[in-house]
């Protein structure tokens, strides 16, 4: 049987990938942020708004396909304990039918 409890986490190659993608996300947003307001002092409010707007959503969606990752890791990982949890319980019930048959 598996050993429990086991430190080493599942797919650590895809928890890698979403990492990354979370660390460029933040760092593609304080690039734009600088943009912004560079932008704001040498072509004016309007490029400063396009360049924020723009920032804003290549922020959110690179950021968006990092906790998409995580969120399919985190229901394997739920659906991996709920499973344990109910071979547990299965046992359970096949000791306690064993047990109440050798009276």
């Given at each position: 049987?598996?050993?429990?409890?086991?430190?080493?986490?599942?797919?650590?190659?895809?928890?890698?990938?979403?990492?990354?993608?979370?660390?460029?996300?933040?760092?593609?947003?304080?690039?734009?942020?600088?943009?912004?307001?560079?932008?704001?002092?040498?072509?004016?409010?309007?490029?400063?708004?396009?360049a924020a707007i723009s920032?804003?959503?290549?922020?959110?969606?690179?950021?968006?396909?990092?906790?998409?990752?995580?969120?399919?890791?985190?229901?394997?990982?739920t659906n991996r304990t709920?499973?344990?949890?109910?071979?547990?319980?299965?046992q359970l019930e096949i000791?306690?039918?064993?047990?109440?048959?050798?009276?």
């Amino acid at each position: 049987m598996k050993e429990k409890n086991s430190p080493k986490k599942k797919f650590p190659a895809l928890r890698f990938i979403m990492q990354l993608y979370k660390g460029i996300a933040i760092l593609i947003g304080g690039l734009y942020a600088i943009v912004v307001v560079y932008s704001l002092f040498q072509d004016g409010i309007f490029m400063a708004f396009i360049a924020a707007i723009s920032g804003f959503f290549a922020f959110v969606g690179i950021f968006a396909f990092g906790e998409f990752i995580e969120v399919f890791l985190s229901i394997e990982s739920t659906n991996r304990t709920m499973v344990e949890l109910q071979k547990r319980i299965l046992q359970l019930e096949i000791n306690a039918i064993n047990k109440n048959e050798t009276f």
